[in-house]
């Protein structure tokens, strides 16, 4: 398996014949890139179509791929978005109250979070880190974060 790649299986369930019984079936998988060392993948409806897309940290290139969907589970090509050091984690939620899911990026080499805004198409404004004490006391509250003290 290539580093640089996600592996994605879509899985589809038949109703067996027996009542309430299920039978998961995968078809065969599809490899996306992304950046280097890929380490953690959320999925999240991030241009607003309904459908959930994929955000992928990615450990070694200190970036985050965005891979929306396309509505049949595949994919477009990655949107990359340049985060902090050695990004390990990412999420996704509407961070500043206007609608769409912004990203959170745990970053273990700079011991930052990078947040991304959301323009609501799936593409961020430029990234903008805090230090995880910061966060804790909601200095950065300006920038519309709920946070709590
Ligand atoms: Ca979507
Ligand atoms: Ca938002
Ligand atoms: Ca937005």
């Known amino acids: 398996m290539k580093f640089n790649a996600i592996s994605l299986f879509s899985c589809t369930f038949l ?3 027996k009542a309430f019984a299920f039978d998961p079936l995968f078809s065969a998988r599809i490899d996306y ?4 060392t890929p380490s953690w993948v959320f999925a999240s409806d991030l ?3 309904g459908y ?3 955000a992928v940290a990615n450990l070694n290139s200190d970036n985050l791929s965005v891979l929306r969907n396309n509505g ?3 994919f477009q090509v990655p949107l990359n978005n340049g985060v902090g050091n050695g990004p390990v984690s990412v999420f996704a939620s509407d ?3 206007d609608g769409d899911n912004d990203l959170a990026v745990a970053n273990f080499n700079s011991d930052n979070v990078s947040v991304l805004r959301n323009y609501g198409d799936g593409t961020f404004q430029a990234v903008v880190n805090y ?3 910061q966060l804790w006391r ?3 509250s300006h920038v519309g974060l709920r946070l709590r003290s």
Do not use: I, P
Request: aromatic fraction near 0%; charged fraction near 30%; glycine fraction near 24%.
């Open 72 to 74: 049949d589970g595949t």
């Open 33 to 36: 890139d992304a950046g280097s």
């Open 131 to 133: 230090g995880a004490s």
């Open 138 to 140: 909601g200095e950065q």
């Open 95 to 97: 961070l500043d109250g």
């Open 52 to 54: 959930d897309d994929l």
């Open 15 to 17: 109703m067996a014949a």
């Open 47 to 49: 241009d607003g179509d």
